[in-house]
């Protein structure tokens, strides 16, 4: 039986962007030997969308309040590349990793198979 799922993000700056996992979002993390962390996650999702273009993978935070959030992060120095915006299933915005990423976080509107 699968019992979980492991997510990568490819970085120019790894060993930034794990700090912001880290100290800014406060993601408890284990040592998989020589500073290479990897880190648990809140309860995720995983949804399967059609594509008509080369397939590609996204990465959503996902949180209660969007608004307070991103105050509370910005508050941190933590930059964020576009406004909440209301998408229909859920406010979105997106903020960027030290490393130069992008990441989204969302406030779901919609039903959430974390809560099954």
């Not at 800014?24 to 284990?30: D, S, T």
């Amino acid at each position: 039986m699968i019992n979980g799922g492991h997510v990568i993000l490819y970085s120019r700056y790894a060993e930034a962007d794990r700090a912001f996992f880290r100290d800014v979002l406060g993601y408890p993390h284990v040592d998989a030997g020589g500073g290479w962390l990897i880190f648990k996650l809140p309860p995720s999702e995983i949804a399967v969308h059609p594509a008509d273009t080369a397939q590609s993978h996204e990465f959503y935070l996902m949180c209660d309040d969007v608004e307070a959030t991103v105050e509370e992060l910005a508050a941190q120095g933590v930059e964020f590349t576009q406004p909440v915006t209301d998408a229909g299933w859920g406010l979105l915005t997106r903020l960027r990793l030290p490393g130069g990423g992008e990441v989204g976080m969302y406030e779901p509107r919609h039903a959430r198979a974390a809560d099954l």
